[in-house]
């Protein structure tokens, strides 16, 4: 007699088998499924559209190692970096194209602010120097304190310009500092434009018992050219002086005034001198070569042989025929040299180059 299997496991073999045949009709592409081509329309065979196109973002550093200021600066595909420093003496400018190493250069003396600036390219239809303001970096430094009181040796003394006498004074009840006397100094008496040599304005002032006044009394220092350029500023006295350094841009006599001015008192004391400015470029004017738009000037040269500092800024300035200017740029000087890349300039006659407080005039080439 033959025994026949419980009903329970030919449910069971059946319910298996039925599940197995399920898995397998579920069973995902192999790898030829996954890495067939894509033929869609509009499809690229050469395109991947999950490819990232990575942007180079611009960065600008700028800082001091000890006595040397770096920079550093990257961007776009003809951007350029743009530096000042400001000095006594007057702003120094430097330019040139990013993405590439940047010599470290001196601190200028006694500089107490430098701005770095990255711009975008310059658009071909534009006049300005410099494209679109990217980023901009400033390092303000320690300002240096003068030695008020350490005489120079007695042949480093440089000549003193005149001084004029000082106005008396108009002494107010109840004032509790009254300037009795004073003197104004200016030296050199004729400073040499370029070679770095400020003027130092110094308002020596004096109380009714012959003693200097009291720190913190505030003095205004004007300087006025012949040709109209004007300086100012508000100093302070230290121990009895009010000292200023300046560097003008055009030759010329300068006047100097030192006034003491309190509210009520249009002059509570009044004192003047007067200097004299000139250029330090050698000769009347430097050598100009056009080559289609490539401009090359110098060799520049200063009075005593040397050649000016790189970086020294040089203005070019394209003038129609009423003298007004069609395209200007600041332009380093590198090597005794200035080269530029020039416009077309539609109108323009002549080129009009300013340096170390000389003006000189060229016929536009160009």
Same mark, same amino acid.
């Given at each position: 007699?033959?025994?026949?299997?419980?009903?329970?496991?030919?449910?069971?073999?059946?319910?298996?088998?039925?599940?197995?045949?399920?898995?397998?009709?579920?069973?995902?592409?192999?790898?030829? !499924?996954? =890495? %067939? $081509?894509?033929?869609?329309? &509009? @499809?690229?065979?050469?395109?991947?559209?999950? +490819? *990232? /196109?990575? #942007?180079?973002?611009?960065?600008?550093?700028?800082?001091?190692?000890?006595?040397?200021?770096?920079?550093?600066?990257?961007?776009?595909?003809?951007?350029?970096?743009?530096?000042?420093?400001?000095?006594?003496?007057?702003?120094?400018?430097?330019?040139?194209?990013?993405?590439?190493?940047?010599?470290?250069?001196?601190?200028?003396?006694?500089?107490?602010?430098?701005?770095?600036?990255?711009?975008?390219?310059?658009?071909?239809?534009?006049?300005?120097?410099?494209?679109?303001?990217?980023?901009?970096?400033?390092?303000?430094?320690?300002?240096?304190?003068?030695?008020?009181?350490?005489?120079?040796?007695?042949?480093?003394?440089?000549?003193?310009?005149?001084?004029? !006498?000082? =106005? %008396? $004074?108009?002494?107010?009840? &109840? @004032?509790?500092?009254?300037?009795?006397?004073? +003197? *104004? /100094?200016? #030296?050199?008496?004729?400073?040499?434009?370029?070679?770095?040599?400020?003027?130092?304005?110094?308002?020596?002032?004096?109380?009714?018992?012959?003693?200097?006044?009291?720190?913190?009394?505030?003095?205004?220092?004007?300087?006025?050219?012949?040709?109209?350029?004007?300086?100012?500023?508000?100093?302070?006295?230290?121990?009895?002086?009010?000292?200023?350094?300046?560097?003008?841009?055009?030759?010329?006599?300068?006047?100097?005034?030192?006034?003491?001015?309190?509210?009520?008192?249009?002059?509570?004391?009044?004192?003047?001198?007067?200097?004299?400015?000139?250029?330090?470029?050698?000769?009347?004017?430097?050598?100009?070569?056009?080559?289609?738009?490539?401009?090359?000037?110098?060799?520049?040269?200063?009075?005593?042989?040397?050649?000016?500092?790189?970086?020294?800024?040089? +203005?070019?300035?394209?003038?129609?025929?009423?003298?007004?200017?069609?395209?200007?740029?600041?332009?380093?000087?590198?090597?005794?040299?200035?080269?530029?890349?020039?416009?077309?300039?539609?109108?323009?006659?002549?080129?009009?180059?300013?340096?170390?407080?000389?003006?000189?005039?060229?016929?536009?080439?160009?």
């Amino acid at each position: 007699m033959t025994r026949r299997p419980p009903r329970t496991l030919l449910l069971t073999a059946l319910l298996t088998a039925l599940l197995l045949s399920g898995l397998s009709g579920c069973r995902p592409a192999g790898p030829a !499924a996954s =890495t %067939a $081509p894509h033929s869609g329309p &509009g @499809s690229d065979p050469g395109s991947d559209p999950d +490819t *990232v /196109t990575l #942007t180079r973002l611009p960065t600008l550093s700028l800082g001091t190692r000890g006595e040397i200021l770096t920079l550093s600066a990257a961007g776009p595909d003809g951007a350029t970096w743009w530096l000042t420093c400001d000095t006594p003496a007057g702003p120094l400018r430097w330019n040139g194209p990013a993405n590439q190493p940047v010599a470290p250069r001196p601190l200028p003396p006694q500089a107490h602010r430098c701005d770095a600036s990255l711009h975008a390219p310059a658009s071909p239809d534009s006049a300005a120097p410099a494209g679109t303001l990217l980023l901009q970096r400033t390092l303000r430094l320690p300002r240096p304190v003068p030695l008020l009181r350490e005489d120079p040796p007695v042949s480093e003394v440089p000549p003193v310009s005149e001084v004029t !006498a000082a =106005t %008396a $004074p108009a002494t107010r009840p &109840g @004032s509790a500092v009254t300037v009795a006397s004073g +003197t *104004v /100094t200016v #030296t050199p008496a004729r400073l040499r434009i370029g070679l770095r040599e400020p003027w130092l304005l110094r308002a020596d002032l004096r109380g009714p018992d012959g003693q200097p006044v009291p720190d913190g009394v505030a003095v205004l220092l004007t300087a006025r050219g012949a040709g109209g350029e004007t300086l100012s500023a508000t100093r302070v006295t230290v121990n009895g002086e009010a000292l200023w350094q300046l560097t003008p841009e055009t030759p010329g006599e300068f006047t100097f005034t030192a006034r003491v001015i309190r509210a009520g008192q249009p002059d509570a004391w009044r004192g003047s001198a007067r200097a004299q400015a000139v250029s330090a470029l050698l000769g009347a004017a430097p050598q100009l070569l056009w080559a289609g738009d490539e401009l090359t000037l110098g060799p520049l040269r200063w009075v005593t042989g040397a050649l000016p500092d790189d970086g020294t800024p040089v +203005t070019l300035h394209a003038l129609s025929r009423s003298g007004a200017t069609l395209w200007s740029a600041v332009l380093p000087v590198a090597q005794g040299q200035v080269r530029a890349r020039v416009p077309d300039v539609r109108g323009a006659v002549s080129l009009r180059v300013r340096f170390a407080g000389q003006e000189v005039r060229f016929p536009w080439q160009h």
